[in-house]
């Protein structure tokens, strides 16, 4: 280099940083909570729980008419005018639950959660379940009618419910044959039936007289043998029914279970008999029903007493077996009306409007 001579070094240019690329830790840790809450508001959403919700379910009122038709119709005997309400109540059962929506109805304080197999046994479908529940509620119906003609004095013949497959008494006795005399005994109660098979063995040979529309006829039989008893086996189911040239038809759909028998019975009572048994207001109830007029405990009574009251009712016929569990859940100024037998709550709704006491719960 020669002296003198001016030179420039240039010196490196300072470039500014660039951003990184990517999210940052604040945005990821949105993300992961957005992400979060839609995982558990899907799985809130979809995944069920091995539960069902209660809660008060319709009520009908059995005195009145559904789409036209009368709830309880009697055809070939005359009837009589009824006012007021004889209201059945109902529990609404709500399957497939979502976990979100059991907290929801649980929440309301109106439904009560209860584990799903009390209600649906391992392998058993929802459409079998439904089917069970028709079958109850027919044979409640069938009952109400026996207790209520019984209560009233009507005759009763002893018929042939179902008949055992390959028994003594298949391809002999057919269903709804009336059964006269069994054993040399006659027949008047599903029990004689039974009474009159005490002293038979397995192989004995008994005379059956039964009568098939109108025609009598008598056949030999000869008694099988079952595990579970140590007499002669008929293979023939009896069951009591009204002898009486009318019917009874009891048009409801869409309901199951046997606990609607009690106010089936009092509404073909009140039918049958002059004036009204609930004095024109609105009573509502419950009860499991034999064909006896016997009255049983039934589930989810503080339900119904909601649906009651919301239906306008302000007394509450009560099974004695509830009458505990009713006193905790009674809505308040609801008249708890004890009942164990359908001739107890005629005469309770009779002492009732006669300004008297009714045994109470």
């Not at 009233?152 to 003594?168: F, G, H, Q, R």
């Not at 293979?235 to 009891?250: E, H, Q, S, T």
Request: aromatic share 6%.
């Amino acid at each position: 280099m020669s002296e003198g001579t001016d030179t420039v070094v240039e010196q490196p240019t300072t470039r500014p940083a660039l951003p990184r690329r990517g999210l940052t830790r604040r945005t990821w840790t949105l993300v992961i909570s957005l992400a979060l809450v839609l995982a558990l508001g899907l799985l809130g959403g979809f995944a069920r729980v091995p539960y069902v919700a209660l809660g008060p379910g319709p009520t009908y009122d059995t005195l009145g008419r559904i789409n036209g038709t009368d709830v309880v119709h009697i055809e070939g005997q005359e009837t009589f005018p009824t006012k007021g309400a004889l209201t059945m109540t109902t529990v609404s059962l709500t399957d497939d639950v979502s976990l979100f929506g059991a907290l929801g109805l649980w929440v309301s304080g109106r439904y009560a959660l209860a584990p799903r197999d009390e209600f649906f046994r391992p392998g058993e479908s929802e459409q079998q379940v439904r089917d069970q529940n028709v079958k109850a509620f027919q044979d409640s119906q069938t009952s109400a009618e026996v207790a209520a003609l019984r209560y009233l004095d009507y005759p009763m013949k002893v018929v042939a419910a179902e008949i055992t497959k390959e028994s003594a008494a298949d391809n002999v006795i057919q269903p709804n044959d009336r059964l006269l005399a069994v054993n040399g005994k006659d027949i008047t109660s599903y029990e004689d039936v039974r009474a009159a098979l005490e002293t038979t063995k397995p192989g004995d040979q008994v005379d059956i007289t039964f009568q098939r529309e109108s025609a009598r006829q008598t056949a030999r039989i000869t008694l099988g043998k079952t595990e579970d008893r140590p007499t002669g086996f008929l293979g023939v189911l009896p069951v009591d029914r009204a002898d009486v040239p009318f019917d009874i038809k009891i048009s409801l759909t869409d309901v199951g279970g046997p606990s609607a028998g009690l106010l089936f019975a009092l509404s073909i009572v009140d039918k049958l008999t002059p004036g009204e048994l609930n004095g024109g207001q609105s009573v509502a109830g419950t009860g499991e029903i034999n064909d006896k007029g016997e009255v049983g405990r039934i589930g989810g009574i503080n339900f119904k007493m909601v649906a009651a009251r919301e239906a306008g009712a302000t007394t509450f016929l009560v099974p004695a077996g509830n009458c505990d569990e009713a006193k905790q859940h009674a809505p308040e100024g609801m008249r708890l009306v004890k009942v164990e037998k359908l001739a107890d709550a005629v005469e309770s709704l009779k002492a009732i409007n006669d300004g008297k006491d009714a045994p109470s719960c």
